[in-house]
């Protein structure tokens, strides 16, 4: 009678699958979760977008009437107009302070919380989730009418939130997006991009109180310095208000992040639509 050899190369590849299967199906099922949970976090600020848009009639408008005797009436309109209002938004989140806005890349709410912790991974109808919010230092009590307000958010793979930042890395993409739209309180601003560099997370640059004018030029010569390259703004006054935007790099490095620095400009009368 002849006994079944056990083939010990054999047995040890088969762990091996198993295991890689095992890896293979957890690493799937956590990156379903993740990406369900972008997706959650992008519909939540495209529902809270969609509140401020309303129709817009101011184009030139046409009746005709088709073979069937039906009226068609047609307006060469853009559709719907994104209107700003700040009541609405403090009651959707009491912790509203403005909104943030460029283009087709970034278009949040501006919150405060009480920490710097809570709104990491919340977002502004206070559900959990990883995109969480934009929002202000909650060291700075004048917020976005401090001398330096600092605003943090993430960056997100499918560059969400903060997550086109970094692309101001790039002289090319700052040409591109020179400017941001910034609603303060009721207030609308233009911000112009003066500075984009690679930091420390913890540094002067994150500065927001300055005792005397000297403080305040002090900080701004060294963010001039740190500037990965020149840009429109040609100076910094005393009396300006300026923003940093802070995000992660993409080089998964927590000791840095990446910051685009603002100064405001002329502030914008939006034409309210009733």
Known sequence: MFKNKINIPDIVRKVIMIGALCVFTYASYEMTNVYLDYQEGDEDYEDLNSLFEIPDFSGEQSTEVDSDGNIIISNN??????VWNFDSMLAINSDSKGWISQGNAISY????GTDNDYYLEHTAYYSQNKNGSIFIDYRIPEGLEARNCIIYGHDMVNYAMFGSLTQYSSRSYYEQNPTFDIYVGYKHYKYYVFAAYET????????????TDEDFQRYVDGCWARKLYSTDVQGIQL???LVTLCTCTRRNDESRRFVVQLVRGEEIVDEQVQ
Request: net charge negative.
């Open 200 to 211: 420390d997370a913890v540094g002067d640059t994150f500065t927001y109180d300055f005792p």
């Open 239 to 241: 009396t300006d208000h």
């Open 77 to 82: 309109n853009k559709g719907a107009e994104w």
């Open 109 to 112: 709410p501006i919150l405060q």
